[in-house]
């Protein structure tokens, strides 16, 4: 009776079985829950109930199931499958140690196949690869045996169409029950996931896919590992078989994949196709791939425009589809979308005939350039001639460096065994289905993972580098090298060439191409090389490879105990030691080298340096930028954004957005990279004959560590007291510190000028790229015009231009400026003081360092000197309109944020006080806010207050000056007192002992009277942050679009703790950049407005860019600062305010609101959130309603105000 | 010099270095946000915040967080008559200074100069001063009240603080002269640890004391301090209870010798709110640690803690060892002095007889002194240590 019920519930059973799914990571169901698949029929669990009663039943079948399945992998028929698989529910939960020991007997005969067939991968001959997989599925697993009958391992072609079309088939019942994937996984899982999916990608990238394919499959035959994987992994392994054209492989993953649950996505078609297409397949499968595709809701269009292909793929690919339709030809690209934004039109409108300049230089300089910049490229980094003082050649010197050279000989032996045992260790790893580092160990050869190590260990500074630096950095170095020998392959570099040759057709000075294109659209005309595509790795990935290293560093380097004694006489010390440094309640994980090696390399002093070639300002000009991943250097990858590392929801903003959006910023950027600069010789050879002697700490030359100060007493008399040795020790601590604050600022310097030097007779580009803002950075760190007075004085245009009727007056306004005299004088008064001290610039510039010294007083001394150099060149000349003038001169906003928010208010009184509104003298926000706070000091000191009282006189434009500065970007009143406090401390004549009431007092009194000069500021500040923090407060991370279409978000999350494992020591690193991850809440409300004026203020600097190209200027900017020749200044003066007025005549603040209202509260109700969320959407959606309101001020008037910029 | 992206840090900011060099007070982020719940479950109903401070928060350290804290002071009169005879001993009241901090209603205070003792009150809450003013005037006796507080005077990392007054200043006044380390206990300073803070202060007064600086600076000064059980147990543990032998025990029990005067139970001590009004431990629910009893412990600094090899100059390394073998507790010595020192492990532990196999666990704090000394002395090398001042972050 109750065998005969048991019978009717296996049959039905089979049937739910044939269409269930299978979990997918994370839901519910455990691992054996999931077995079965998440929903079981009220037929089973009747059936469930029976056999709970014939239990000694169900132990027999178990036994035969899982003989049956051991059968049916041994590729022999089984007529009883039927009958036995309905005894599978039962057996759950006790069936595991059968199938184990079942498991190895079959893994074993498999192996003994596999040696048959001679399938074993070169360089691994004591390990077989597992190729064939267990699938769990019955179904499946008897077509794919029916497949092949008569030779066990190696079935032919129809069969295996047979097993992928039964894999096919299968959709149409699963389709509709796709496992729904999870919000949330555990981070452990995501971290196991994700260096799967890395290690498949590698080997593949190495050519290690039989190793891919065999971790795949040890993966898939167990139901534990199983789950990590997911459609992503099945589809790179099966990508990589196509691209092999081995179609059985491809047809093992694919049944894999079916097995799983996971139904194929676009991608695994398009591999499928791909195979089929070289493998010359059978027109039936192929038909029978597209109709499966087509009925999935895919389009045979969407293979060539959704996928990135190559060109070889994509041809592959139609020559499988041709087959089947023979009318069939992929969709021809449509050329991409003009912008459409208002404020672009101009720009991108054809009509308008215009020529943009065109470089100095002519087509066969740029072409040789192009070649120097190809090489430095491809040698993967910069030797550098350092510019410190070389050292007497004295016996102990040339020892030193004899003995350096011999360790290192020595360390690169041992690394190089070292590697190779590890590499062997990690390989058998891999063999047992583990995803090791073994692939990415593969990338770069030995030697040059050696060279890595080598570098790493030689600039590993003295006090020591904590391990999750020096793993970052290895790793990512590593990554950096892989990636440009990627594109070293193949013919990319010949492609490259010959498009930049013709490229620069349009740069150089001496060729005819219509110039109405900008670079980017020229480049893209041009029909650009393909690269390779490129994914970076996961910070966890890059960290595991990066501590391997560095341990292999740590195990492999040593050197004999005493340095002096001849070597192999004594014993052997590690010259890196693995110590934990105590912070606070953490503890830090730092390599240290032995201080007698740092000795060692002191005493050798070699004189050079070594960069990597994205540290160096590029030689020819950037590749203009045209997608956010591909600009800016020839071979090395360089992102549009740059962003913490790890973080890739920005990226994915900019991928998902159309192309045509990113226009204005691609090519404002694109232009910003191609000035060409070149080094103000005469200012370098000064600064290095400073730099050389003993320095200077006013002009910002740091001195060099000699001139440290030294504690007077080294050594305690035996018997001072306690006491007396804490004074000294305090001394002591007290050198120490300043030695290595001194020791840092002269390595900057070094670094800078050393580059300098480098580059002194050459003309270079500085590549930029952008912030998560919009803000745009040069590229190159160290050698830029962003840095301090010195390093931009240290720069200058390449290119010259006539200084033309205005040109001199407007040198000598900027030298005045720079000097910071004059600042509360009109434009006039400052020409008339700059040829009323003009003897005093002449000397300056004559004898810099004997004469009278006038430009060392200046607030911006080294670019002070730089302009007296070149006003006295101008001067001098027998014309000085035709002087042709390098020296770029600078436009500042006065106090940039407050000029966005008053212009976004309209409001009439803060306008005024940051120059938007023309006066005949320049405004002063500061002095304003500091005569009001001192106008209520006055009124609380009558009143009594003691605090007002003693502040009497200390109320400065100085004091309040940071703080006003940084209210505009978000500083508390927590930070504006420590600002304050700090001016307060420098006042040597204020009584310290009030300084904690009075920064109180004024941080209070400054609040308050900004709050009161710019009341539509505070308005829209708090509307901002409101807005933000309900938001968060929903569960969002802040976005929005700039006006030039930039997508922005807000890249605060709550932090994660991540830990990558093993080894001398676990590390442990916070990673806020999951998308998944709930914001920061409190970030992401602080952040909104100084982040939303800073992406206002970098639009209207592009804005600026691209209309100052058109009209044919040099223009570069440092944020809110604008440069030019300084005969073009009057022209870049009219752009500024132009495209100022015609940004804030956007409706930016309802375009915000309205952005946000679509993005984050329409659509809110269809999603299924919780009540309070719902009210907070509300709430929201009130808050964007009512917008600030705003003040009457007539925008138009900043086009007459001669300070709004000056 | 090659590569000098390694010198200088990338452009990234793991979290795990922190801002750079914290003091051993810092405070973290999660307090800032706690603060910022209490303050607007405690006050939004009478103090309803501004608009504009809606984005300009005060950021409050840990300073002005504990304001909030209720404190604990001695309220019975049987205990202050008790504490009388244990903290005046056999002295002749009157030759002795008695420093005591905190005094809050003063009744401690009263006992003491009925006693005849000399008293200066160190009281962090202004709302107390008054009540010790007056107190002084009633009963005529050797009293002075400074307003400062004792627990957070000299902090290491030059914070300001509030009431801003130095160890310096406040001995200066009270005319208090700077005896050498070998002479007698200068003065006696009797306190009860905030409990919420108490191995902040632990740790603190331990720097203090091995780089002589602070209330250090004037010589032996002998602490009576009532400490929680917790603390007190970690203080005081030795290697034979393992769980609660730690880096705060073997520095302290080098440092001082230790003496357990008596033990109170929590109840006999009033909770003060700022406002310094006396809180029911009813109405509001105690924390869990004040369910503690509070032991007195009279803390000595030795006459022999500093020697030749282990003085204010390195005490830091002596520091960094005992916390690197702490780091992780169950690793042989060996492996730790692998990390900690240049010099061959495997001589120092035969020197100081031990096997290289030992962990933490089998050495007793005087143990580590030795141990450390025996590399100070070592010969063998220039350099004896691998410990950069870098390394720590004890600020001078």
């Given at each position: 009776m109750s065998a005969l019920r048991w019978g009717r519930g296996a049959a039905e059973l089979g049937r739910t079985l044939r269409c269930s799914g299978r979990p997918r990571?994370?839901?519910?169901?455990?691992t054996l829950g999931g077995l079965w698949g998440p929903r079981r029929s009220s037929s089973i669990s009747l059936c469930e109930q029976d056999g709970q009663k014939d239990w000694g039943h169900a132990e027999l079948l178990e036994v035969l199931e899982a003989r049956v399945r051991q059968l049916q992998t041994e590729s022999v028929v089984d007529t009883n499958t039927k009958r036995v698989q309905g005894a599978q529910p039962l057996q759950g939960h006790v069936c595991s140690h059968w199938e184990k020991k079942l498991e190895a007997e079959r893994h074993g005969l498999q192996q003994r196949q596999e040696v048959l067939q001679g399938k074993r991968p070169v360089g691994l001959q004591s390990l077989t690869l597992r190729l064939e997989p267990r699938i769990w599925s019955k179904k499946l697993a008897g077509c794919l045996q029916h497949a092949k009958p008569e030779a066990p391992g190696n079935p032919s072609k129809e069969q295996l169409a047979r097993a992928l079309q039964a894999a096919l088939q299968k959709l149409g019942t699963q389709e509709a029950r796709q496992p729904v994937r999870p919000k949330a996984v555990e981070t452990h899982i995501l971290l196991l996931g994700q260096r799967l999916m890395h290690f498949l990608q590698c080997c593949l990238v190495t050519g290690h896919l039989p190793l891919a394919h065999h971790v795949l499959v040890t993966h898939h035959s167990k139901r534990d590992k199983q789950q990590l994987l997911t459609l992503d992994m099945y589809n790179t392994v099966m990508l990589g078989w196509a691209r092999k054209g081995a179609f059985k492989e491809l047809v093992y993953v694919f049944v894999m994949l079916k097995d799983s649950g996971l139904s194929p996505n676009l991608q695994s078609y398009a591999a499928a196709l791909q195979c089929m297409g070289r493998g010359d397949q059978d027109v039936h499968i192929i038909q029978r791939c597209v109709k499966q595709m087509v009925r999935e809701?895919?389009?045979?269009e969407q293979l060539f425009t959704d996928l990135a292909l190559s060109e070889e793929e994509r041809a592959v690919l139609l020559r499988a589809l041709v087959k089947v339709e023979p009318a069939f030809s992929p969709p021809?690209?449509?050329?991409?979308?003009?912008?459409?934004s208002p404020l672009l039109r101009e720009i991108y409108a054809k009509d308008i005939p215009v020529s943009y300049p065109k470089l100095h230089l002519p087509l066969e300089t740029l072409q040789r350039l192009f070649q120097q910049q190809l090489q430095v490229e491809l040698s993967t980094n910069v030797r550098v001639q350092s510019?410190?003082?070389?050292?007497?050649?004295t016996k102990e010197v040339t020892e030193a460096r004899k003995i350096l050279q011999s360790l290192r000989t020595q360390w690169e032996a041992e690394l190089l065994r070292a590697l190779q045992q590890t590499k062997a260790t990690m390989a058998s790893e891999a063999h047992d289905g583990l995803p090791t580092l073994y692939p990415f160990l593969c990338l770069l050869s030995e030697e040059e993972l050696v060279s890595v190590l080598m570098q790493v260990l030689q600039a590993l500074p003295p006090q020591g580098q904590p391990l999750l630096f020096l793993a970052h950095n290895l790793g990512l170095r590593v990554l950096n090298r892989h990636l440009v020998q990627q594109k070293q392959g193949g013919s990319y570099v010949q492609e490259l060439s010959q498009h930049y040759s013709k490229y620069l057709q349009l740069l150089a000075a001496n060729t005819q191409v219509s110039?109405?294109?900008l670079p980017r659209q020229y480049w893209e005309a041009l029909g650009p090389p393909q690269a390779p595509q490129q994914q970076p790795w996961a910070l966890a990935v890059v960290l595991q490879l990066g501590k391997e290293l560095a341990e292999l560093l740590v195990r492999a380097v040593q050197m004999p105990r005493?340095?002096?004694?001849?070597?192999?006489?004594c014993r052997l010390i590690p010259v890196l030691y693995h110590v934990y440094s105590f912070r606070s309640v953490r503890q830090v994980g730092i390599l240290k080298p032995h201080p007698a090696f740092t000795q060692l390399l002191e005493m050798a002093a070699e004189p050079t340096l070594t960069f990597e070639t994205t540290e160096v300002p590029m030689?020819?000009?950037?590749?203009?930028?045209?997608?956010?991943?591909?600009?800016?250097?020839l071979l090395s990858s360089t992102k549009l954004m740059r962003a913490?590392?790890?973080?890739t929801q920005h990226q994915h903003l900019l991928e998902q957005c159309p192309p045509e959006q990113l226009h204005g910023a691609l090519d404002a950027l694109t232009q910003l990279g191609n000035c060409a600069w070149r080094v103000n010789v005469r200012v370098l050879d000064l600064v290095l004959e400073i730099f050389r002697a003993k320095g200077c700490v006013r002009l910002g030359v740091p001195p060099p560590r000699s001139e440290a100060p030294q504690p007077l007493q080294p050594r305690p008399p035996p018997d001072s007291s306690p006491v007396h040795k804490a004074e000294l020790r305090k001394e002591m601590a007290r050198c120490l510190k300043a030695a290595r604050e001194m020791h840092s600022l002269r390595s900057e310097a070094l670094y800078r000028l050393s580059l300098a030097q480098h580059l002194r007779h050459h003309v270079f580009w500085l590549p930029h790229n952008m912030d998560f803002r919009g803000r745009t950075y040069p590229?190159?760190?160290?050698?830029?015009?962003?840095?301090?007075d010195l390093a931009r004085a240290l720069l200058e245009f390449a290119e010259g231009r006539p200084l033309g009727p205005h040109g001199l007056d407007w040198l000598k306004i900027h030298l005045v400026n720079l000097t910071g005299?004059?600042?509360?004088?009109?434009l006039h008064g400052r020409l008339a003081f700059a040829d009323q001290v003009m003897e005093d610039i002449l000397d300056s510039a004559d004898?810099?360092?004997?004469?009278?010294?006038?430009?060392?007083?200046?607030?911006?001394p080294w670019q002070t000197l730089a302009c007296c150099m070149e006003v006295a060149q101008a001067v001098r000349a027998p014309d000085p309109a035709a002087y042709i003038s390098h020296l770029p001169v600078h436009q500042d906003g006065s106090c940039n944020g407050l000029q966005h928010y008053a212009a976004l208010g309209r409001d009439s009184i803060g306008a005024a006080s940051v120059n938007l509104i023309p006066s005949d003298l320049p405004q002063d926000v500061y002095r304003e806010v500091a005569a009001q706070v001192e106008e209520s000091r006055r009124q609380d000191a009558e009143e009594g207050l003691r605090v007002a009282q003693v502040l009497e006189g200390f109320i400065s434009r100085k004091v309040v000056k940071q703080t006003v500065m940084t209210v505009v970007y978000g500083v508390t009143r927590y930070g504006g007192r420590l600002q304050i406090e700090k001016r307060l401390r420098e006042l040597?004549?204020?009584?310290?002992?009030y300084i904690w009431e009075a920064s109180h007092y004024l941080v209070r009194q400054v609040f308050k009277s900004l709050q009161e000069m710019f009341s539509s500021t505070r308005a829209i500040q708090h509307w901002l942050t409101e807005s933000a923090n309900l938001i968060s407060h929903a569960g969002w991370p802040v976005e929005w679009v700039t006006p030039l279409g930039i997508p922005i978000i807000q890249p605060y999350h709550r932090e994660a703790k991540v830990q990558v494992k093993g080894g001398i020591q676990s590390l442990t690193f916070t990673s806020?950049?999951?998308?998944n991850q709930k914001p920061n809440t409190l970030k992401q409300k602080n952040g909104f407005p100084p982040n939303f004026i800073h992406s206002l203020d970098s639009s209207h600097m592009m804005l600026t860019a691209l209309h100052c190209y058109r009209k044919g200027l040099t223009f570069v900017s440092v944020h809110d600062c604008f440069w030019t020749h300084a005969a073009d200044i009057p022209v870049m003066n009219k752009v500024c305010r132009e495209q100022f007025v015609r940004l804030h005549s956007q409706p930016i603040l309802e375009e915000l609101a309205e952005f946000l209202w679509v993005r984050f509260c329409s659509g809110a109700s269809a999603r299924s959130l919780k009540r309070s969320d719902l009210a907070l959407i509300a709430k929201l959606q009130e808050t964007l309603q009512s917008l600030p309101e705003t003040g009457t001020?007539?925008?138009?008037q900043v086009m007459g105000s001669t300070y709004f910029f000056s | 010099m090659w590569g000098p992206a390694l010198g200088l840090p990338p452009?990234?900011?793991?979290?795990?270095?922190?801002?750079g060099r914290c003091c051993i007070l810092g405070s973290g982020a999660s307090m800032r946000k706690d603060l910022r719940g209490r303050n607007r479950r405690g006050f939004?109903?009478?103090?309803?915040?501004?608009?504009?401070?809606l984005d300009c928060e005060?950021?409050?350290?840990w300073v002005s967080k504990s304001r909030s804290e209720p404190t604990r002071h001695v309220t019975s009169k049987k205990l202050a008559k008790a504490l009388v005879g244990t903290l005046l001993g056999?002295?002749?009241?009157?030759r002795q200074l008695l420093l005591e901090c905190n005094?809050?209603?003063?009744i401690l205070t009263e006992a003491l100069l009925k006693a005849g003792a000399k008293v200066v009150a160190l009281e962090?809450?202004?709302?107390f001063i008054p009540h010790l003013e007056s107190l002084r005037k009633i009963l005529d006796g050797e009293l002075q009240v400074v307003h400062c507080d004792f627990f957070k005077m000299d902090p290491r990392n030059q914070e300001l603080i509030r009431p801003e007054l130095s160890s310096h200043k406040l001995f200066q006044n009270l005319g208090v002269k700077a005896a050498a380390w070998?002479?007698?206990?200068p003065l006696k300073i009797f306190g009860i640890l905030p409990s919420k803070y108490e191995r902040k202060i632990l740790w603190k007064i331990v720097y203090d004391l091995y780089s002589c600086a602070s209330i250090y600076r004037y010589g032996r000064i002998e602490l009576n301090l009532f400490i929680g059980d917790r603390e007190f147990k970690k203080l005081t543990a030795?290697?034979?209870r393992p769980d609660l032998y730690h880096v705060l025990s073997v520095l302290w029990q080098v440092a001082c010798e230790i003496k357990i005067l008596r033990m109170e139970h929590w109840s006999s001590f009033g909770l003060y709110t700022e406002s310094g009004h006396l809180e029911k431990s009813k109405r509001r629910d105690p924390?869990?640690?004040?369910h503690q009893n509070l032991h007195l412990v009279r803390m000595t600094p030795r006459?022999?803690?500093?020697t030749e090899n282990l003085n204010p100059i390195n005490y830091d390394i002596f520091f960094h060892m005992v916390k690197h073998c702490f780091?992780?507790?169950?690793?042989p010595l060996l492996h730790h002095l692998r990390s900690l020192s240049t010099v061959d492990p495997g001589d120092i532990l035969r020197q100081i007889r031990r096997?290289?196999?030992?962990?933490?666990?089998?050495?007793y704090p005087q143990d580590f002194k030795r141990l450390f000394e025996a590399i100070e002395q070592s010969e063998e090398t220039v350099f004896k240590w691998v410990y950069d001042e870098s390394l720590d972050d004890i600020v001078i």
């Amino acid at each position: 009776m109750s065998a005969l019920r048991w019978g009717r519930g296996a049959a039905e059973l089979g049937r739910t079985l044939r269409c269930s799914g299978r979990p997918r990571p994370g839901t519910e169901e455990g691992t054996l829950g999931g077995l079965w698949g998440p929903r079981r029929s009220s037929s089973i669990s009747l059936c469930e109930q029976d056999g709970q009663k014939d239990w000694g039943h169900a132990e027999l079948l178990e036994v035969l199931e899982a003989r049956v399945r051991q059968l049916q992998t041994e590729s022999v028929v089984d007529t009883n499958t039927k009958r036995v698989q309905g005894a599978q529910p039962l057996q759950g939960h006790v069936c595991s140690h059968w199938e184990k020991k079942l498991e190895a007997e079959r893994h074993g005969l498999q192996q003994r196949q596999e040696v048959l067939q001679g399938k074993r991968p070169v360089g691994l001959q004591s390990l077989t690869l597992r190729l064939e997989p267990r699938i769990w599925s019955k179904k499946l697993a008897g077509c794919l045996q029916h497949a092949k009958p008569e030779a066990p391992g190696n079935p032919s072609k129809e069969q295996l169409a047979r097993a992928l079309q039964a894999a096919l088939q299968k959709l149409g019942t699963q389709e509709a029950r796709q496992p729904v994937r999870p919000k949330a996984v555990e981070t452990h899982i995501l971290l196991l996931g994700q260096r799967l999916m890395h290690f498949l990608q590698c080997c593949l990238v190495t050519g290690h896919l039989p190793l891919a394919h065999h971790v795949l499959v040890t993966h898939h035959s167990k139901r534990d590992k199983q789950q990590l994987l997911t459609l992503d992994m099945y589809n790179t392994v099966m990508l990589g078989w196509a691209r092999k054209g081995a179609f059985k492989e491809l047809v093992y993953v694919f049944v894999m994949l079916k097995d799983s649950g996971l139904s194929p996505n676009l991608q695994s078609y398009a591999a499928a196709l791909q195979c089929m297409g070289r493998g010359d397949q059978d027109v039936h499968i192929i038909q029978r791939c597209v109709k499966q595709m087509v009925r999935e809701g895919f389009q045979l269009e969407q293979l060539f425009t959704d996928l990135a292909l190559s060109e070889e793929e994509r041809a592959v690919l139609l020559r499988a589809l041709v087959k089947v339709e023979p009318a069939f030809s992929p969709p021809v690209q449509a050329p991409t979308p003009t912008n459409t934004s208002p404020l672009l039109r101009e720009i991108y409108a054809k009509d308008i005939p215009v020529s943009y300049p065109k470089l100095h230089l002519p087509l066969e300089t740029l072409q040789r350039l192009f070649q120097q910049q190809l090489q430095v490229e491809l040698s993967t980094n910069v030797r550098v001639q350092s510019v410190e003082k070389a050292p007497q050649m004295t016996k102990e010197v040339t020892e030193a460096r004899k003995i350096l050279q011999s360790l290192r000989t020595q360390w690169e032996a041992e690394l190089l065994r070292a590697l190779q045992q590890t590499k062997a260790t990690m390989a058998s790893e891999a063999h047992d289905g583990l995803p090791t580092l073994y692939p990415f160990l593969c990338l770069l050869s030995e030697e040059e993972l050696v060279s890595v190590l080598m570098q790493v260990l030689q600039a590993l500074p003295p006090q020591g580098q904590p391990l999750l630096f020096l793993a970052h950095n290895l790793g990512l170095r590593v990554l950096n090298r892989h990636l440009v020998q990627q594109k070293q392959g193949g013919s990319y570099v010949q492609e490259l060439s010959q498009h930049y040759s013709k490229y620069l057709q349009l740069l150089a000075a001496n060729t005819q191409v219509s110039s109405s294109y900008l670079p980017r659209q020229y480049w893209e005309a041009l029909g650009p090389p393909q690269a390779p595509q490129q994914q970076p790795w996961a910070l966890a990935v890059v960290l595991q490879l990066g501590k391997e290293l560095a341990e292999l560093l740590v195990r492999a380097v040593q050197m004999p105990r005493s340095l002096a004694a001849p070597q192999g006489a004594c014993r052997l010390i590690p010259v890196l030691y693995h110590v934990y440094s105590f912070r606070s309640v953490r503890q830090v994980g730092i390599l240290k080298p032995h201080p007698a090696f740092t000795q060692l390399l002191e005493m050798a002093a070699e004189p050079t340096l070594t960069f990597e070639t994205t540290e160096v300002p590029m030689l020819c000009p950037p590749l203009p930028w045209t997608s956010p991943h591909s600009g800016a250097y020839l071979l090395s990858s360089t992102k549009l954004m740059r962003a913490m590392e790890g973080t890739t929801q920005h990226q994915h903003l900019l991928e998902q957005c159309p192309p045509e959006q990113l226009h204005g910023a691609l090519d404002a950027l694109t232009q910003l990279g191609n000035c060409a600069w070149r080094v103000n010789v005469r200012v370098l050879d000064l600064v290095l004959e400073i730099f050389r002697a003993k320095g200077c700490v006013r002009l910002g030359v740091p001195p060099p560590r000699s001139e440290a100060p030294q504690p007077l007493q080294p050594r305690p008399p035996p018997d001072s007291s306690p006491v007396h040795k804490a004074e000294l020790r305090k001394e002591m601590a007290r050198c120490l510190k300043a030695a290595r604050e001194m020791h840092s600022l002269r390595s900057e310097a070094l670094y800078r000028l050393s580059l300098a030097q480098h580059l002194r007779h050459h003309v270079f580009w500085l590549p930029h790229n952008m912030d998560f803002r919009g803000r745009t950075y040069p590229c190159p760190p160290y050698f830029n015009h962003l840095g301090s007075d010195l390093a931009r004085a240290l720069l200058e245009f390449a290119e010259g231009r006539p200084l033309g009727p205005h040109g001199l007056d407007w040198l000598k306004i900027h030298l005045v400026n720079l000097t910071g005299l004059k600042k509360r004088e009109s434009l006039h008064g400052r020409l008339a003081f700059a040829d009323q001290v003009m003897e005093d610039i002449l000397d300056s510039a004559d004898h810099p360092m004997t004469g009278r010294k006038w430009w060392m007083e200046a607030d911006e001394p080294w670019q002070t000197l730089a302009c007296c150099m070149e006003v006295a060149q101008a001067v001098r000349a027998p014309d000085p309109a035709a002087y042709i003038s390098h020296l770029p001169v600078h436009q500042d906003g006065s106090c940039n944020g407050l000029q966005h928010y008053a212009a976004l208010g309209r409001d009439s009184i803060g306008a005024a006080s940051v120059n938007l509104i023309p006066s005949d003298l320049p405004q002063d926000v500061y002095r304003e806010v500091a005569a009001q706070v001192e106008e209520s000091r006055r009124q609380d000191a009558e009143e009594g207050l003691r605090v007002a009282q003693v502040l009497e006189g200390f109320i400065s434009r100085k004091v309040v000056k940071q703080t006003v500065m940084t209210v505009v970007y978000g500083v508390t009143r927590y930070g504006g007192r420590l600002q304050i406090e700090k001016r307060l401390r420098e006042l040597s004549d204020f009584p310290q002992e009030y300084i904690w009431e009075a920064s109180h007092y004024l941080v209070r009194q400054v609040f308050k009277s900004l709050q009161e000069m710019f009341s539509s500021t505070r308005a829209i500040q708090h509307w901002l942050t409101e807005s933000a923090n309900l938001i968060s407060h929903a569960g969002w991370p802040v976005e929005w679009v700039t006006p030039l279409g930039i997508p922005i978000i807000q890249p605060y999350h709550r932090e994660a703790k991540v830990q990558v494992k093993g080894g001398i020591q676990s590390l442990t690193f916070t990673s806020s950049v999951d998308t998944n991850q709930k914001p920061n809440t409190l970030k992401q409300k602080n952040g909104f407005p100084p982040n939303f004026i800073h992406s206002l203020d970098s639009s209207h600097m592009m804005l600026t860019a691209l209309h100052c190209y058109r009209k044919g200027l040099t223009f570069v900017s440092v944020h809110d600062c604008f440069w030019t020749h300084a005969a073009d200044i009057p022209v870049m003066n009219k752009v500024c305010r132009e495209q100022f007025v015609r940004l804030h005549s956007q409706p930016i603040l309802e375009e915000l609101a309205e952005f946000l209202w679509v993005r984050f509260c329409s659509g809110a109700s269809a999603r299924s959130l919780k009540r309070s969320d719902l009210a907070l959407i509300a709430k929201l959606q009130e808050t964007l309603q009512s917008l600030p309101e705003t003040g009457t001020f007539d925008l138009s008037q900043v086009m007459g105000s001669t300070y709004f910029f000056s | 010099m090659w590569g000098p992206a390694l010198g200088l840090p990338p452009r990234l900011t793991l979290s795990v270095l922190g801002p750079g060099r914290c003091c051993i007070l810092g405070s973290g982020a999660s307090m800032r946000k706690d603060l910022r719940g209490r303050n607007r479950r405690g006050f939004s109903d009478f103090h309803p915040q501004p608009l504009s401070d809606l984005d300009c928060e005060e950021s409050p350290s840990w300073v002005s967080k504990s304001r909030s804290e209720p404190t604990r002071h001695v309220t019975s009169k049987k205990l202050a008559k008790a504490l009388v005879g244990t903290l005046l001993g056999h002295y002749r009241p009157s030759r002795q200074l008695l420093l005591e901090c905190n005094p809050g209603p003063g009744i401690l205070t009263e006992a003491l100069l009925k006693a005849g003792a000399k008293v200066v009150a160190l009281e962090s809450g202004k709302t107390f001063i008054p009540h010790l003013e007056s107190l002084r005037k009633i009963l005529d006796g050797e009293l002075q009240v400074v307003h400062c507080d004792f627990f957070k005077m000299d902090p290491r990392n030059q914070e300001l603080i509030r009431p801003e007054l130095s160890s310096h200043k406040l001995f200066q006044n009270l005319g208090v002269k700077a005896a050498a380390w070998s002479a007698g206990v200068p003065l006696k300073i009797f306190g009860i640890l905030p409990s919420k803070y108490e191995r902040k202060i632990l740790w603190k007064i331990v720097y203090d004391l091995y780089s002589c600086a602070s209330i250090y600076r004037y010589g032996r000064i002998e602490l009576n301090l009532f400490i929680g059980d917790r603390e007190f147990k970690k203080l005081t543990a030795t290697p034979q209870r393992p769980d609660l032998y730690h880096v705060l025990s073997v520095l302290w029990q080098v440092a001082c010798e230790i003496k357990i005067l008596r033990m109170e139970h929590w109840s006999s001590f009033g909770l003060y709110t700022e406002s310094g009004h006396l809180e029911k431990s009813k109405r509001r629910d105690p924390l869990h640690q004040m369910h503690q009893n509070l032991h007195l412990v009279r803390m000595t600094p030795r006459k022999t803690l500093f020697t030749e090899n282990l003085n204010p100059i390195n005490y830091d390394i002596f520091f960094h060892m005992v916390k690197h073998c702490f780091g992780k507790r169950n690793a042989p010595l060996l492996h730790h002095l692998r990390s900690l020192s240049t010099v061959d492990p495997g001589d120092i532990l035969r020197q100081i007889r031990r096997n290289p196999g030992e962990t933490v666990l089998r050495m007793y704090p005087q143990d580590f002194k030795r141990l450390f000394e025996a590399i100070e002395q070592s010969e063998e090398t220039v350099f004896k240590w691998v410990y950069d001042e870098s390394l720590d972050d004890i600020v001078i």
